[in-house]
């Protein structure tokens, strides 16, 4: 039923910028905590970032803090993460996802691949 879709992610050089977005659909959106997560080859999945229901609220991992930063347009179901100052160790592939489990099916999610 309920569907997650990443976009926006590509290759780019270290110090660039690239703008995620996720949109959910068939289901309950604007009451909702969510979250980005990623997946670098041969590591498991992390936290990024989160963003609580009226997006008054954010956290980050320490790794990405001060460079992303999330947000969200209840309106039309979407979650966004601006990627500033990309690093190599970035590279991975990116999901969104509710900040808290039980959690909807993972999506394709979006590659990040960042070059030094």
């Known amino acids: 039923q309920a569907q997650l879709i990443e976009s926006g992610g590509r290759l780019v050089q270290a110090g660039g910028s690239l703008r995620l977005t996720c949109v959910a659909s068939?289901?309950?959106?604007?009451?909702?905590?969510w979250g980005w997560f990623r997946q670098a080859p041969g590591k498991e999945r992390e936290f990024v970032a989160t963003i609580n229901w009226t997006g008054q609220r954010t956290t980050y991992a320490d790794s990405v803090k001060g460079r992303f930063t999330i947000s969200r347009d209840n309106t039309s179901n979407r979650v966004y993460l601006q990627m500033n100052d990309l690093q190599p160790e970035d590279t991975a592939v990116y999901y969104c996802n509710l900040a808290a489990k039980p959690r909807i099916p993972w999506g394709r999610g979006t590659q990040v691949t960042v070059a030094s």
């Open positions: 068939g289901r309950a959106f604007s009451s909702d905590d």
